[in-house]
T-cell receptor, first 117, second 113 residues
Framework: GAGVSQSPRYKVAKRGQDVALRCDPISGHVSLFWYQQALGQGPEFLTYFQNEAQLDKSGLPSDRFFAERPEGSVSTLKIQRTQQEDSAVYLC???????????????FGEGSWLTVV | GESVGLHLPTLSVQEGDSAVIKCTYSDSASNYFPWYKQELGKRPQLIIDIRSNMDKRQGQRVTVLLNKTVKHLSLQIAATQPGDSAVYFCAEILNSGNTPLVFGKGTRLSVIA
């Protein structure tokens, strides 16, 4: 595709509900990242995939957060038993291979805006 | 704590003036520093980046300076326009860890017409 695509763009969830956020990276990009951006803050790293391998999940805030990329393209971020503090924009980004340490351009999607009520 | 810090959370300039946004980073081994612009409700967009083997890089109306001695970055936007109003984030790759890209909190730039 032309860019990183995310869905849904907006999601309102009741506290305790499970949500799933989808990311379609740029075609051919093997690196995929998830970030969480709270209002007025910078993006905070959640997790990173290279192809289907989840190489770093150190930023996931709790075991309620789970991400997968089973076929090395589309990724899903799942949040179980959502809480109000999970309200944020969830940004997906993709990049060419060998991103880490070499620094290739990382492209962001428009984000999924999650509000937990 | 935060590895990438910003000196000012907000900055207002008159249209046509230059804006300078400053940033510090903590990892002396970091080798890549992108700057992102994020308009309200939009995705972060890369506007310029610099690698550690450079001191200065220029783009269209934007210049980034890297001072490795004191671990400072600065972004200069020349001849500002209302469309430059946005939040600007500096970021770095922490060579000491595996986190791909670490962002600062951002500086909100307002260009006053």
């Amino acid at each position: 595709g032309a860019g990183v695509s995310q869905s849904p763009r907006y999601k309102v969830a009741k506290r305790g509900q499970d949500v799933a956020l989808r990311c379609d990276p740029i075609s051919g990009h093997v690196s995929l990242f998830w970030y969480q951006q709270a209002l007025g803050q910078g993006p905070e790293f959640l997790t990173y995939f290279q192809n289907e391998a989840q190489l770093d999940k150190s930023g996931l805030p709790s075991d309620r957060f789970f991400a997968e990329r089973p076929e090395g393209s589309v990724s899903t971020l799942k949040i179980q038993r959502t809480q109000q503090e999970d309200s944020a924009v969830y940004l997906c980004a993709s990049s060419q291979p060998s991103f880490v340490r070499s620094g290739n351009t990382i492209y962001f999607g428009e984000g999924s805006w999650l509000t937990v009520v | 704590g935060e590895s990438v810090g910003l000196h000012l959370p907000t900055l207002s300039v008159q249209e046509g003036d230059s804006a300078v946004i400053k940033c510090t980073y903590s990892d002396s081994a970091s080798n890549y520093f992108p700057w992102y612009k994020q308009e309200l409700g939009k995705r972060p967009q890369l506007i310029i980046d610099i690698r550690s083997n450079m001191d200065k890089r220029q783009g269209q109306r934007v210049t980034v300076l890297l001072n490795k001695t004191v671990k400072h970055l600065s972004l200069q936007i020349a001849a500002t326009q209302p469309g430059d109003s946005a939040v600007y984030f500096c970021a770095e790759i922490l060579n000491s860890g595996n986190t791909p890209l670490v962002f600062g909190k951002g500086t909100r730039l307002s260009v006053i017409a």
